[in-house]
């Protein structure tokens, strides 16, 4: 296997189904789809069984303990050769995977991730609330923070960590960014 994507979610079925028929759409079809349901009261199990038979596609329901432990949960569980950690409201372009593993085969890396892209479709608007959401000023608890923030901290969802690397002082993995 060489994908795990791993989705967290809570209350988002409606998500969920998007993201899932986008990856019905992928021309790379060597992955594995984790979907980490954290405790909600809007389950997607019903959505995730529409897709069971096209998709390689593995429901778990565990309670609520926030989106990372669950994503830690899903790792657990994985069995790819990369960890790709997406959120519900993710839906991806044809040929997305293709393009990672294009590029993974001409750089190889142990972490990746790029700048999040507001779709063509949006208004003016839209790209600006994309963009007050996603971009580096305000990420890593800015949005509604009530304590002092000192220091960035980075999200951990849409990127990618390769599932087995070794972390020491003389050889860090290798880590690239890149707009896919």
């Known amino acids: ?32 789809v984790l979907i980490v349901e954290d405790g909600s009261q ?5 959505i995730c069984s ?3 038979d096209r998709l390689d596609l593995h429901y778990f329901m565990k309670p609520n303990s926030g989106p990372g432990q669950s994503r830690n949960y899903g790792a657990e569980r ?11 409201d993710v839906v ?8 990672i593993e294009e590029e993974l085969n001409r750089e190889p890396a142990d972490a990746f991730g790029g700048p999040d892209a507001a779709h063509e479709s949006f208004t ?16 890593g608890g800015i949005r509604g923070g009530k304590k002092k923030l ?21 050889d860090f993995p290798r880590c690239v960014s890149a707009k896919i």
Do not use: H
């Open 1 to 32: 296997m060489k994908y795990s994507i791993i989705v967290p979610v809570f209350n988002r079925p409606d998500e969920v189904d998007e993201l899932l028929s986008s990856l019905l759409n992928q021309t790379f079809t060597d992955f594995e």
């Open 42 to 46: 809007k389950p997607c199990d019903k």
């Open 50 to 52: 529409k897709y069971a």
């Open 78 to 88: 994985a069995k790819g050769e990369y960890l790709l950690i997406l959120d519900s």
């Open 92 to 99: 991806l372009p044809k040929g997305y995977l293709n393009a």
């Open 124 to 139: 003016d608007t839209q790209k600006a609330i994309s963009y007050s959401m996603t971009s580096f000023f305000t990420t």
């Open 150 to 170: 000192d220091k960035f901290y980075p999200r951990s969802f849409n990127m990618a960590y390769a599932a087995m690397f070794i972390w020491n002082s003389k």
